[in-house]
């Protein structure tokens, strides 16, 4: 899986993965994304929303399952395996 | 083979739906995105797919340390398109710091001309006036005196040799 996600975010425009990647791997708050990017927090929150919802289109894409797959409906284990 | 990407969320509601994902959504917003979600396959869709991400990314966190070189590149690229957002604003920067040039040395020179006129009038007003009585006549300016007996001869001959 963590292989397969490194694919899929390079596959992201740069712009959005950037964004996701100082959100959910560095921490970064909505606010302070917004105020480091100068722009307005509902414009962080919109491009989060759609760069996740992108982010697993390819996912089910890329594993070729569909939405009734465990994978896919996101119920992962912390190591990456379906639960 | 092109992945087939999930019809968008309405506009309105991803905001509501980005705070529903992370946890962030109020009661009056919670009641009005579920009023929506009732009616709407997108939302819904899309909902799904981004929460699922969330899930999905926490796998990534544990297992793919950017490094400690990745908070230090994106700062520096931060900085990077923050410095290039000022350039593109200040398009009048260069005028307003020309302006502030011309406004120095015009402070600047008129400083010199106020302090210049001060002290030549300090110097006018300090000349005393050392001639002898009866000899004013032979040396009209006070201000400058003869230095030695040539000029003073010369003075003499210019004020036609001391005649009235």
């Given amino acids: ?83 | 083979m092109e992945a087939q990407f999930n019809k968008p969320a309405c506009l309105q509601f991803e905001v509501l739906l980005e705070d529903h994902v992370t946890g962030d959504l109020s009661n009056a917003d919670a009641a009005r995105l579920a009023d929506h979600l009732e009616s709407c396959m997108a939302c819904n869709s899309a909902l799904e797919n981004a929460a699922a991400s969330v899930d999905l990314l926490r796998t990534l966190s544990p297992a793919a340390d950017p490094g400690p070189g990745f908070s230090r590149m994106m700062m520096a690229r931060i900085r990077q398109e923050l410095s290039k957002l000022n350039e593109q604003r200040s398009v009048w920067q260069p005028f307003i710091s020309l302006a502030w040039r011309f406004a120095a040395t015009a402070t600047l020179a008129l400083a010199v001309l106020v302090t210049f006129d001060a002290v030549r009038h300090n110097n006018n007003s300090e000349i005393v006036d050392l001639r002898p009585a009866g000899t004013r006549e032979l040396f009209p300016d006070p201000g400058r005196l003869p230095a030695n007996r040539d000029e003073v001869l010369m003075m003499v001959a210019d004020t036609n040799h001391g005649k009235r």
């Avoid at chain 1, 292989?3 to 560095?26: N, S």
């Avoid at chain 1, 989060?48 to 594993?63: E, K, N, P, Q, V």
Wanted: charged share 35%; no cysteine; proline share 2%.
């Fill in chain 1, 1 to 83: 899986v963590h292989d397969i996600l490194d694919q899929l975010l390079d596959e992201l425009p740069e712009r959005d993965r950037e964004l996701l990647i100082l959100k959910e791997v560095e921490g970064f708050s909505v606010q302070e994304l917004a105020e480091i990017l100068n722009v307005n927090v509902n414009t962080i929150k919109v491009r989060l929303f759609r760069t996740r919802a992108r982010l697993m289109d390819l996912y089910r894409h890329r594993l070729n399952v569909d939405s009734s797959h465990p994978v896919a409906k996101g119920r992962v284990k912390s190591d990456g395996s379906a639960i």
